[in-house]
């Protein structure tokens, strides 16, 4: 082999590499949607990390939402943090359906689980849109079997029929900064939806209004399980799921 082909297969493998890195971000921004988001929403962004004492842009993100509080909360992880800590609430300008799972295709409700972002739609007729792998392996077991239905997203707007819509101006500054995460090599974004914040008065509220329905109770204190890991630790335990549909935490490796 000559020297100069040793150094074009050298470049090419650098190329490729930096375009490993990059080209997530590059062929987002390919969308005028997006390149607006960063345009308007980067310098906000950047501000609020900044006042905060946070690294921007991003290495990882987390979502949290709560239905009934109308809460859509941003978090972030960088290299030299050992916990999650918040950026951001957005209130969720709409719901849909009641507190509870969504367990089959045209309940209109909205899902509650721990899921992660699978796509980002640059296109979105709500603007800009973030979907979740709506069904999970629990939905999946616990719900109507051929009948669960997709397409749940985060989105902009202000219409749902089972989505999380918190209108187009934050949905700018969600995308990016889960566009912002993926570009720096976070390969899953978790998503925890929950009915509502799942303390204990919260819970004992529940409790009465929903007296008798067991199995949304139960459904409940296990989501709560998974609620009380971050409250108390401000990291993510693995979430595995059992024949049953339960939910299962540890300690990640």
């Known amino acids: 082999m000559t020297k100069f082909a040793l150094?074009?297969?050298?470049?090419?493998?650098?190329?490729?590499?930096?375009?490993?890195?990059t080209n997530f971000k590059d062929q987002q921004q390919l969308y005028p949607r997006v390149r607006k988001a960063r345009s308007?929403?980067?310098?906000i962004l950047q501000k609020r990390f900044t006042w905060l004492k946070l690294t921007y842009p991003p290495q990882q993100i987390f979502i949290r939402v709560f239905k009934?509080?109308?809460?859509?909360?941003?978090?972030?992880?960088?290299?030299?943090?050992?916990?999650?800590?918040?950026?951001?609430?957005?209130?969720?300008c709409r719901t849909s359906g009641d507190l509870g799972p969504k367990r089959q295709e045209g309940d209109l409700q909205i899902p509650e689980g721990f899921y992660y972002i699978d796509r980002f739609n640059p296109k979105s007729n709500f603007h800009l849109s973030l979907g979740i792998n709506y069904p999970?392996?629990?939905?999946?077991?616990?719900?109507?079997?051929?009948?669960?239905?997709?397409?749940?997203?985060?989105?902009?707007g202000c219409a749902?029929?089972?989505?999380?819509?918190?209108?187009?101006?934050?949905?700018?500054?969600?995308?990016?900064?889960?566009?912002?995460?993926?570009?720096?090599?976070?390969?899953?974004?978790?998503?925890?939806?929950?009915?509502?914040?799942?303390?204990?008065?919260?819970?004992?509220?529940?409790?009465?209004?929903?007296?008798?329905?067991?199995?949304?109770?139960?459904?409940?204190?296990?989501?709560?399980d998974g609620y009380k890991w971050f409250e108390k630790h401000k990291t993510l335990p693995q979430i595995t799921v059992d024949t049953k549909g339960k939910y299962q935490f540890s300690t990640l490796r």
């Open 7 to 21: 150094i074009l297969i050298i470049c090419a493998i650098c190329v490729t590499c930096q375009s490993k890195e």
């Open 40 to 43: 308007e929403k980067d310098t």
């Open 68 to 92: 009934r509080e109308k809460e859509l909360e941003v978090w972030t992880l960088s290299e030299t943090d050992t916990h999650f800590q918040k950026v951001y609430t957005y209130p969720i």
């Open 136 to 156: 999970n392996r629990s939905d999946q077991i616990l719900g109507t079997k051929g009948k669960l239905g997709g397409d749940i997203f985060i989105h902009g």
């Open 160 to 224: 749902t029929i089972g989505c999380i819509p918190i209108t187009d101006e934050y949905i700018k500054e969600v995308y990016w900064l889960a566009v912002q995460a993926k570009s720096n090599g976070q390969a899953q974004i978790p998503v925890h939806i929950f009915p509502a914040k799942l303390n204990d008065d919260t819970m004992n509220q529940l409790q009465k209004e929903f007296t008798g329905n067991t199995t949304l109770l139960h459904f409940w204190n296990n989501l709560r």
